[in-house]
T-cell receptor, first 112, second 115 residues
């Protein structure tokens, strides 16, 4: 079945540092890929998405590129802020299924 | 626009009691999902509905769990009887039909503690 493997956390960075959270996937066909963010005490919010190979999703300074050849969708941000502290989930919807398959989540803490 | 609304936000009850969690999806969304989040298991899909009909309930852990969607604007997840291992955050999410690329919109969750 479809699966998502995410970089183990927690990740702790200083403000303005560069962020990469790795995500790779296994799926049949051509899934759509998503990054969700969960701030403390809240539900998941869609951060960005990409629906086909070589698409780049971007939002709030975060970017991720759909790499079919490496089955990856790594999340990057050039300069993180304290307010980016949250849990980040990589996810996919594959084939005709509506079910989101989530990675295990990566806790990010940004220190001032 | 109102997002997905869940109630209650927090629930603390004793084991053996019935627990009912409620969800109002975003108006016009015809898919509704129930998830459970725990430290040990992460996010698990329990069940989802399309046009009020349950499509896949393979994630429902036991017969103690049941979910209904009597109309397009309301769904419940019920646990009876509840057990301490049911303690978790339960999320409801909704999405639209059409392209299956549409993202899911999550509520803020119900934090359930079974004593």
């Amino acid at each position: 079945g479809d699966s998502v493997t995410q970089m183990e956390g927690p990740v702790t960075l200083s403000e303005e540092a560069f962020l990469t959270i790795n995500c790779t996937y296994t799926a049949t066909g051509y899934p759509s890929l998503f990054w969700y963010v969960q701030y403390p005490g809240e539900g998941l919010q869609l951060l960005l998405k990409a629906t086909k190979a070589d698409d780049k999703g971007s939002n709030k300074g975060f970017e991720a590129t759909y790499r079919k050849e490496t089955t990856s969708f790594h999340l990057e941000k050039g300069s993180v802020q304290v307010s980016d502290s949250a849990v980040y989930f990589c996810a996919l919807i594959g084939g005709s299924a509506r079910q989101l398959t989530f990675g295990s989540g990566t806790q990010l803490t940004v220190l001032p | 626009d109102a997002g997905v609304i869940q109630s209650p936000r927090h629930e603390v009850t004793e084991m053996g009691q019935e627990v009912t969690l409620r969800c109002k999806p975003i108006s016009g969304h015809d898919y509704l999902f129930w998830y459970r989040q725990t430290m040990m298991r992460g996010l698990e899909l329990l069940i989802y509905f399309n046009n009020n009909v349950p499509i896949d309930d393979s994630g429902m852990p036991e017969d103690r769990f049941s979910a209904k969607m009597p109309n397009a604007s309301f769904s419940t997840l019920k646990i009876q009887p509840s057990e301490p291992r049911d303690s978790a955050v339960y999320f409801c999410a909704s999405s639209t039909s059409g392209s299956f690329n549409q993202p899911q919109h999550f509520g803020d969750g119900t934090r359930l503690s079974i004593l």
